[in-house]
């Protein structure tokens, strides 16, 4: 009997382990799978956004694109949830196989235990049995057996009713893994027609924007001229900003030094004259400036800079809800063949009409309107800038302080009915890529 029922434990236990160890991973699935409906969600209004128009766009494919990778991404969490729910059932039902096996084995020794003492069932047998000793200590060692048989009796007997308590519960549990198991096939089989109609979607607006080549080469050699006229624009600024850091710390220095000779000459710094030496230092020192590739920070400036390093891979996205739709670096146009285009930032498609927010504290440098572009923000970080463009409207302005978080402006939303933010990340005058610094949306 004890060895049945170290079995018994061990068949309960080891699986209740396991089970607690696959059920954090379920969970994270699960949290997963709710992140990529909602995200589905969000798609779904950008993309009913850009099919107001009733036209054709690569707006309206880059979503259609998006809402296919996120439910191809729906379909496999789906899949690794019936890998778990499989394991499961399969161990559950090991479970219910080993807990019959010794159901059944426990009723049969207590049978038995019940066959051999119906024979002394009475009192009377009991008695001559106990009697019937020879000697004192073979009385006590049989009125023994008897308590001790009396009670293994009672403890089978409870064994039984628990471990029929423990199958029942067991094939409770089985019937409700099933069901959820039933219930996921019926929502991946749901879930795959979904990814069925959006491939179709797919093809019969890649096919629309085929016919349109002529549009699209015009409307990506406008677009290239627009970015053109941004990176002018940028570079033009990170230089004027770099200059201007060095003049400003070469003038400090300038006066320090004169300040320096003054007081070794014996004179009052206030009195001190501008000599001809004096000047001569400060033109050099203007000249040499014109020459540093880099923003001169101060400690403040210094602060700020090594701040935004760190959060590198954390910061919050320029706006609350979008999607990528066109990445850093230089890659394949979506419809037109053999054409490669190059990005300085990243595309962020989103609702109409949403809030652009700083991802960073720091100055604004520049508030300007790009054809093209939309309207541009520049946002200092001491060496470091981060800029938005396609902005529709604009709430701050140029030496304003912002924080991060604080809205800078609204998306512009173009004559094809798509909203879409350019986000930019600089480090002096070297072009960095933004998705390295966004953080998880």
Known sequence: MTVLLLAGLAGATAPAWAQRTRSKSKAQLERERRTTLQRIQETSRILAQTQEKKQASVGQLNAIQEKLTVQQGVIKNISSELHYIETDVQQTESQVQRTRQSLEQLKAEYARLIYAGSKTANGYNRLMFLFAAESFNQFMLRLRYIRQYTEVRQAQAAQIVSTQQRLSTQLLGLKAKKEEKGSLLNTQLSEKRTLTTLKTQQDQVITKLTQQEQGLRKELAA???????????????????????????????????????????????????????????????????????????????????????????????????????????????????????????????????????????????????????????????????????????????????????????????????????????????????????????
Not at 288 to 315: C, I, W
Not at 350 to 355: D, I, V
Not at 408 to 418: Q, S
């Open 223 to 441: 677009r290239q001229q627009a970015v053109g006229r941004l990176d002018n624009l940028i570079a033009q600024r990170v230089r004027e900003e770099i200059a201007r850091a060095a003049r400003e710390a070469a003038r400090k220095a300038a006066a320090a030094r004169a300040r320096a000779a003054a007081a070794a000459a014996g004179r009052s710094p206030g009195t001190t004259s501008r000599t001809p030496a004096t000047a001569a230092a400060e033109a050099a020192a203007a000249e040499s400036a014109e020459r540093v590739d880099r923003v001169t920070l101060t400690p403040e400036t210094a602060k700020l800079a090594a701040s935004f390093h760190e959060n590198r891979g954390s910061l919050p996205w320029p706006v609350g809800k979008g999607f990528i739709s066109q990445r850093f670096g230089r890659h394949n146009h979506p419809v037109l063949k053999n054409v490669v285009v190059e990005n300085r930032g990243v595309d962020i498609q989103t609702n109409a009409g949403e809030p652009v927010r700083a991802v960073f504290s720091g100055t604004v440098l520049t508030v300007a309107s790009v054809p093209g572009m939309g309207t541009i923000i520049m946002v200092q970080h001491g060496d470091y800038f981060t800029v938005y463009a396609k902005l529709r409207s604009v709430s701050v302005s140029e030496g304003q302080t912002v924080s991060a978080r604080q809205p800078l402006g609204t998306v512009a939303t173009n004559a094809e009915g798509t909203s879409e933010v350019q986000f930019q990340v600089w480090h002096n005058s070297a072009n960095l890529n933004p998705e390295n610094w966004l953080g998880r949306k």
